[in-house]
T-cell receptor, first 113, second 113 residues
Framework: EAQVTQNPRYLITVTGKKLTVTCSQN?????MSWYRQDPGLGLRQIYY???????DKGDVPEGYKVSRKEKRNFPLILESPSPNQTSLYFC????????????FGPGTRLTVT | AQSVSQHNHHVILSEAASLELGCNYS??????LFWYVQYPGQHLQLLLK??????LVKGIKGFEAEFIKSKFSFNLRKPSVQWSDTAEYFC???????????FGKGTRLHILP
């Protein structure tokens, strides 16, 4: 089954404790992206990747890092999480020539206290 | 600046009512346009898309959208809504040569049974 998986689905952590949210897709997609969803602000792109070892900033990259060492994985790293990073995070992937047709993961709800 | 504006943040309708959700975009160039839907507790799914040709596009579950180039609009419509249409709807735009997609802030639709 074609899918995008994220782990963990729920995470509560404390300020400053490094964390990683994993994202994996099994569709051999070139394009992968991270979004955060906040009430009243919709979806905002954090980082995206057009292919292995190619990443670029989205609209709200501050406080986040990503890496794309393998085509299927695109982890999101928060080196020093802060409460304003409490949000619902979505990973998505698509073919490189169809970035409009993104397949979304189930989401990770992160709470930073 | 590239942007997508959705007119209503929250819409409440009774079953069988007609629906129209507004979406306007600002983008310098040729665009592809989309509506995504997020049902409660689920991830985003593509509802319908417009690339070129007939400005009236039909999507899943009886939804349709009309692209009006002169108004930079891509409104979503459904003649008769059902309780199961309760969801959040996101309009999105992507430049035909762009490697990112821009989402609107979303419209929460609540259908009363």
């Amino acid at each position: 089954e074609a899918q995008v998986t994220q782990n963990p689905r729920y995470l509560i952590t404390v300020t400053g404790k490094k964390l990683t949210v994993t994202c994996s897709q099994n569709m051999n997609h070139e394009y992968m992206s991270w979004y955060r969803q906040d009430p009243g602000l919709g979806l905002r792109q954090i980082y995206y990747s057009m292919n292995v070892e190619v990443t670029d900033k989205g609209d709200v990259p501050e406080g986040y890092k990503v890496s794309r060492k393998e085509k299927r994985n695109f982890p999101l790293i928060l080196e020093s999480p802060s409460p304003n990073q409490t949000s619902l995070y979505f990973c998505a992937s698509s073919r490189g020539d169809r970035v409009y047709e993104q397949y979304f993961g189930p989401g990770t709800r992160l709470t930073v206290t | 600046a590239q942007s997508v504006s959705q007119h209503n943040h929250h819409v409440i309708l009774s079953e069988a009512a007609s629906l129209e959700l507004g979406c306007n975009y600002s983008y310098g160039g040729t665009v592809n346009l989309f509506w995504y839907v997020q049902y409660p507790g689920q991830h985003l799914q593509l509802l319908l898309k417009y690339f070129s040709g007939d400005p009236l596009v039909k999507g899943i579950k009886g939804f349709e959208a009309e692209f009006i180039k002169s108004k930079f609009s891509f409104n979503l419509r459904k003649p008769s809504v059902q309780w199961s249409d309760t969801a959040e709807y996101f309009c999105a735009v992507n430049g035909v040569r762009d490697d990112k997609i821009i989402f609107g802030k979303g419209t929460r639709l609540h259908i009363l049974p």
